[in-house]
């Protein structure tokens, strides 16, 4: 899934003829923070919530005032994971995107991204999820992958994370079945850590609806 794949046909552009109290219905409609500023089609920049409160006279055009503008995007053939990373780093509810001559192309907004990112990662798909922790230097996906496969199951998904101040790994696996027992019952054979599991279908949904919330509330600190 590349960047052009993933824009919105919803979300407006502003130009610089429009006016800061337009600006704050558009993103309050779409409940953004973040909107591009388009001159025809060349992108000056990205203007914040924040920014809009500050200027004096809201019912003049933005192109009025002086704007400390931003300029992050991504090119419209990168992939998700990379869009994904810049988004979150800079903490934006939406990020344009650019073709190599930086003519605008459009816009993904953070719905989208995450809703194509829960495809990617089977979150709508049922099964189980396991939950390994391990130091770095006995990661090891092939053998993941082989205690899984010997119990007839397949693996969905799975996200290594690096733990804060620390040499170990978290990594979390989604599996195309429910039951877990056999699995867990090998990878404690094996002496891996396991450190959560979750085998019904609710309490999965459960997991990676509490997992956006705190993606979300990340995003909007």
């Known amino acids: 899934m590349l960047a052009k794949d993933l824009m919105s046909d919803e979300i407006p552009v502003l130009r610089t003829s429009d006016t800061a109290v337009e600006a704050l219905n558009w993103m309050e409609v779409f409940r953004i923070s973040h909107l591009p500023i388009v ?10 919530d924040n920014d809009i409160y500050d200027i004096n006279k809201p019912d003049e055009p933005i192109g ?15 992939h998700i994971y990379e869009v994904i990373e810049v988004t979150s780093r800079l903490k934006l509810s939406v990020i344009p995107v650019l ?9 993904i907004g953070m719905s989208d991204l995450l809703h194509e990112f829960s495809k990617l990662s ?8 396991i939950i390994l922790e391990m130091p770095e230097c006995n990661y090891s996906m092939t053998e993941i992958s082989q205690i899984v496969e010997s119990n007839d199951a397949k693996i969905l998904s799975m996200y290594v994370k690096s733990l804060p101040n620390s040499t170990k790994l978290e990594v979390s696996i989604k599996l195309n079945i429910t039951d877990l027992t056999s699995i867990t019952q090998t990878f404690n054979r094996y002496e891996y850590k396991i450190k959560d599991s979750f085998m019904n279908y609710d309490d999965q949904n459960d997991l990676f609806n509490d997992r956006y919330d ?8």
């Open 122 to 129: 089977a979150v709508e798909k049922p099964g189980g999820i």
């Open 214 to 221: 705190l993606f979300m509330r990340y995003l909007n600190t």
């Open 64 to 78: 009025n005032h002086k704007l400390s503008l931003f300029k992050p995007f991504v090119r419209y053939d990168q």
């Open 39 to 48: 001159n025809n089609n060349e992108f000056l920049g990205l203007i914040a």
């Open 99 to 107: 073709d190599y001559d930086k003519k605008f192309l459009g816009v």
